[in-house]
């Protein structure tokens, strides 16, 4: 018995079809076997988003001439500046089936984002649904200086899931002095739940 | 030999090659584990702390969410893992870690995110995230 090169090419691209094709990639068709529990797999019970404050977009502007700084916020208000007014924070839900903890910190601090003479810049949070945190562990509805340290500050111990109250909202203020750094500015907020 | 001979016995060649390969790929594999996997595309940020499911909620244009897997071998030799994803979720799913082997007792945690780009479609992404896990013999991976 004799192969002619011919099937011989047509047998060793299939086996190395096999090989490679089904060695590799396509488990798919023979899926579904645990032979032994080889691993301990654990989900967190913990995630974290990021959102650009640039997605806040307070557009181009600058300090009134004759004026050390301008102020302006999520909350609508521009002083000093010729910056738009905006309205609209961050709102943050949960939308799981537990209660969590909330942190939240910034990417850059006051002087990395912004630059110059005392930059400020602030978060608030306050619940946009009622009671959808339950153990406030920062003053709510003051402004509060932006930590960049390990998760953050801990906002809330205890966010509830009820669809009607788990909504928090997070505002920014930001005080731009007239020597501040030059085009646009960007930062990166990162809320982090822990599932309680 | 004939033609009309040949022929039989090349399908019996190829099955047998066939069989022996899923031989091989059957004891490789050491175990396979499926997790669900999902994420919202909306217009707010939300959480979706499952435990039981890689979840990663609600993001929305520029958002990352981030979950974390630990991976622990307990079998008592090294074994090879990868980690493959299915279903929608997969164009938007990144892992920070793939295709690494883990000695016995080793553990090892594991990042997935996903990101919203700006031309995605407002709406839920399901799909599977799937562990596999081979006998690392430096053949089959």
Redesign the interface.
């Known amino acids: 018995m004799v192969f002619s090169s011919k099937y011989f090419i047509i047998t060793l691209v299939f086996l190395l079809f096999l090989i490679f094709g089904l060695g590799n990639n396509s488990m798919t068709l023979f899926t579904g076997k645990v032979t032994q529990s080889a691993l301990n797999i654990t989900i967190s019970s913990t995630a974290s988003i990021n959102f650009s404050v640039n997605s806040i977009y307070f557009g181009p502007g600058s300090v009134d001439v004759g004026k050390n700084k301008a102020t302006i916020d999520t909350l609508g208000n521009v002083i000093d500046g010729n910056w738009s007014s905006i309205s609209g924070g961050f709102i943050l839900n949960n939308i799981g089936n537990s209660n969590l903890g909330l942190y939240i910190k910034s990417g850059k601090t006051a002087s990395e984002f912004i630059g110059g003479t005392n930059p400020e810049y602030y978060y608030m949070v306050r619940n946009e649904e009622t009671n959808s945190c339950l153990d406030e562990t920062v003053t709510f509805n003051s402004w509060i200086a932006v930590n960049t340290s390990g998760y953050g500050d801990k906002i809330c111990s205890l966010m509830g899931y009820d669809n009607n109250n788990d909504s928090i909202r997070i505002d920014i203020k930001l005080a731009i002095p007239s020597d501040a750094l030059q085009g646009e500015r960007e930062d990166i907020f990162t809320a982090t739940g822990i599932s309680l | 030999?004939e033609k009309r001979n040949?022929i039989p016995?090349?399908i019996i060649?190829?099955l047998a090659?066939?069989f022996i390969?899923?031989f091989?790929?059957?004891w490789n594999?050491?175990?396979?584990?499926?997790?669900g996997s999902s994420f919202?595309f909306g217009e707010?940020?939300?959480?979706?702390?499952?435990?039981?499911?890689?979840?990663?909620?609600?993001?929305?244009?520029?958002?990352?969410?981030?979950?974390?897997?630990?991976?622990?071998?307990?079998?008592n030799q090294e074994?090879y893992?990868s980690i493959?994803s299915k279903g929608e979720i997969s164009d938007f799913l990144k892992v920070s870690d793939n295709d690494f082997s883990l000695s016995e007792g080793q553990?090892k945690?594991v990042s997935f995110s996903v990101t919203a780009k700006n031309d995605t479609e407002k709406k839920k992404y399901d799909g599977f995230v799937?562990?596999?896990?081979r006998r690392f013999n430096g053949f089959?991976?």
């Open positions: 030999m040949k016995v090349i060649v190829l090659l066939f390969t899923l091989f790929i059957r594999l050491v175990e396979e584990r499926v997790i919202i707010r940020v939300g959480f979706d702390l499952n435990s039981s499911a890689l979840t990663f909620g609600m993001i929305k244009t520029g958002s990352t969410s981030t979950r974390t897997i630990e991976i622990k071998n307990n079998k074994v893992v493959y553990n945690t799937i562990i596999r896990v089959f991976k």
